[in-house]
C-alpha cells in the first residue's frame, strides 16, 4: 500500500502552465504505475494519463496529448504532471493513484468502474481552475 499527496493546483488563466505533484509515501515509486485522473463538477471522472514503473512510458488521453506530461522523479518519490496550454475545459479536481499488479500502464481510457479495480491508492485531489 501506498499513501499519495497532491499539490500544485491553483488557478491559471487560459494558456498558462501549471505543474502537479503527487508524491508518494510508504512504498518505493518504481513498484507502482501511476494514473493521472480528473473529475468536472456535474461529470464523470476521466483517465487522463498513466506513467509507468520504469517512468520511460507514458500514456495519454486524446483530451490531453501534447499539452500535458507526466514524469517521475524517484529520489523526490514524486510523480509529476506538467499541464500546458490550459484551457477552462480543463477546470477539474485532478487525482493521481496506483497500480502495482499490471506490469503495464492501464489505458487512461478505461472505464470508471475497470479504473477503481486496478488502482488500488489513491491521493485526495487537487483543484485546478482555469479561467480569465
Known amino acids: 500500500q501506498v499513501q499519495l499527496v497532491e499539490s500544485g493546483g491553483g488557478w491559471v488563466q487560459p494558456g498558462g502552465s501549471l505543474r502537479l505533484a503527487c508524491e508518494a509515501f510508504?512504498?518505493?515509486?518504481?513498484?507502482?504505475?501511476i494514473g493521472w485522473f480528473r473529475q468536472a463538477s456535474e461529470k464523470e471522472r476521466e483517465g487522463i494519463a498513466c506513467i509507468s514503473k520504469s517512468g520511460e512510458t507514458t500514456l495519454y488521453a486524446d483530451s490531453v496529448k501534447g499539452r500535458f506530461t507526466a514524469s517521475k522523479d524517484f529520489a523526490e518519490s514524486t510523480v509529476y504532471l506538467q499541464m500546458d496550454s490550459l484551457r477552462p475545459e480543463d477546470t477539474a479536481i485532478y487525482y493521481c493513484a496506483a497500480n502495482r499488479e499490471f506490469d503495464f500502464c492501464p489505458d487512461p481510457g478505461i472505464a470508471t468502474t475497470v479504473a477503481d479495480a486496478v488502482y488500488g491508492d489513491w491521493g485526495q485531489g487537487t483543484q485546478v481552475t482555469v479561467s480569465r
Open positions: 510508504g512504498s518505493t515509486l518504481d513498484d507502482y504505475n
